[in-house]
């Protein structure tokens, strides 16, 4: 089958009109698949707190596993079925602690995931907000340590990915959350989101993906639909546990006699919102001289080509020219013979 | 292990091309301790006589 193997990149805490929110850009991915026929994401882009899709042609690769790929150190191989062990941060009140446990129930009697163990961290993460030296979603968490450790027992125990639920303060700024679910702000826990799933893809490299455990807020009335999805339940567990179900075992290169199923030398294009190539796994894709496939998505980030001067650049209007870009390369079309005015050849002989 | 998240200005010299400036970045950052996340969220001309561009970095580093 023809395929053209793209990355998809929403990134976290920056507010993205398309991808900012609770899982609005899974259309777009579904739509870049189709085009591509192999997409590599994000957590960010799929989970949709209680919603979310499996796609055959999607592989959800946590950021910091994906920086990897983009920078050819692993290979991604497909499975069918992962054994998910969740980590609960030990701060999360008890009741809130038994939703999540309900939800894990759920996701196996109605879904058919193998959810195998769970484990309590020894004491709290200790999360840490920082949305003020920047207007990027930041921050960290104060005991990594306890993370790891209940990830490593979690593997010991047969687990091949982890999810983890840590908890959110309570007192965090209401007004920017408000901002956020009328789809006027950043997500303001994005940042320390990232940090956690990084930490475990970084020392314990298995696929892994995060949700937050918060208390219900108040109604909005001003609710914005691409926020919409994280109103629905009690935890924004469902999408995590539905994309760790099959995400890809990350498959180090160094590993001669292991099959892939996408090696990174397959890689020809990645998507990125207009202003935000100041990434690492964009840097990668322009140290390895790929198509850099670049969305108008208003964010409040200017990182542009403008200083960077790559020039194998393309830079297009919305998701669905994106679409038609993949294609083009997948279809093996000069996106030149599309475009209009249309130039004659160059004679670049000896005497030009 | 400490995590500590950093926010700073680094020189991007006229002399390191585009497909080098991940690298040039990494070998920098690395030395402030073990890299978890970084992004560059800000750039600028610094309009200097060489050229050089001032980006800013916002980065997660564990100090193990």
């Known amino acids: 089958m023809e395929i053209s193997p793209t990355i998809f990149i929403v990134p976290t805490g920056i507010g993205c009109e398309v991808g900012g929110f609770a899982g609005d850009a899974l259309p777009t991915a579904k739509l870049l698949a189709s085009a591509s026929g192999c997409l590599i994401t994000h957590p960010n882009v799929m989970n949709g707190g209680n919603l979310s899709e499996k796609d055959e042609r999607i592989f959800y690769v946590e950021g910091y596993s994906l920086d990897r790929f983009a920078r050819g150190e692993i290979g991604l191989k497909s499975v069918k079925q992962n054994k998910i062990g969740i980590i609960f941060d030990s701060d999360i009140e008890h009741q809130l602690f038994l939703r999540h446990l309900q939800v894990a129930d759920a996701c196996v009697a109605t879904l058919g995931i193998n959810v195998a163990s769970y484990i309590r961290t020894k004491k709290p993460l200790g999360i840490v907000l920082d949305y003020n030296s920047s207007n990027v979603s930041g921050g960290l968490i104060e005991h990594p340590d306890v993370l790891i450790e209940a990830g490593k027992g979690l593997i010991d125990n047969g687990a091949t990915a982890i999810a983890v639920v840590a908890n959110f303060p309570n007192d965090s700024d209401l007004k920017q959350t408000n901002n956020y679910r009328e789809g006027k702000g950043v997500d303001p826990i994005a940042g320390v989101e990232a940090v956690i799933s990084h930490l475990i893809s970084k020392y314990l490299k298995v696929p892994c993906a995060h949700a937050p455990a918060l208390n219900p807020i108040e109604l909005n009335e001003k609710l914005d639909p691409r926020a919409a999805s994280e109103e629905i339940g009690y935890t924004f567990l469902p999408s995590v546990l539905i994309g760790l179900s099959n995400a890809p075992n990350l498959v180090e290169l160094n590993n001669a006699n292991q099959m892939v199923s996408v090696h990174p030398d397959q890689l020809e294009s990645i998507v990125v919102p207009d202003g935000a190539l100041g990434g690492e796994a964009v840097l990668a894709c322009v140290e390895r001289g790929l198509n850099i496939i670049c969305v108008k998505n208003q964010n409040i980030l200017n990182v542009s080509n403008k200083l960077l001067n790559y020039p194998n650049f393309i830079k297009v209007n919305n998701y669905l020219e994106a679409a038609g870009t993949i294609l083009s390369f997948k279809k093996g079309i000069n996106l030149k013979s599309i475009r209009r005015p249309l130039n004659s050849i160059k004679n670049v002989g000896f005497d030009a | ?64």
């Not at chain 2, 990494?26 to 750039?43: T, V």
């Open chain 2, 1 to 64: 292990m400490k995590l500590s998240e950093l926010d700073f200005y680094m020189d991007w010299p006229v002399s390191i091309e585009v497909k080098n400036l991940r690298k040039y970045l990494i070998s920098n950052l690395i030395k402030k301790g073990d890299l978890i996340r970084w992004s560059i969220i800000d750039i600028q001309n610094s309009n200097d006589f060489y050229g050089t561009k001032k980006l800013r970095i916002k980065a997660v580093f564990a100090n193990l």
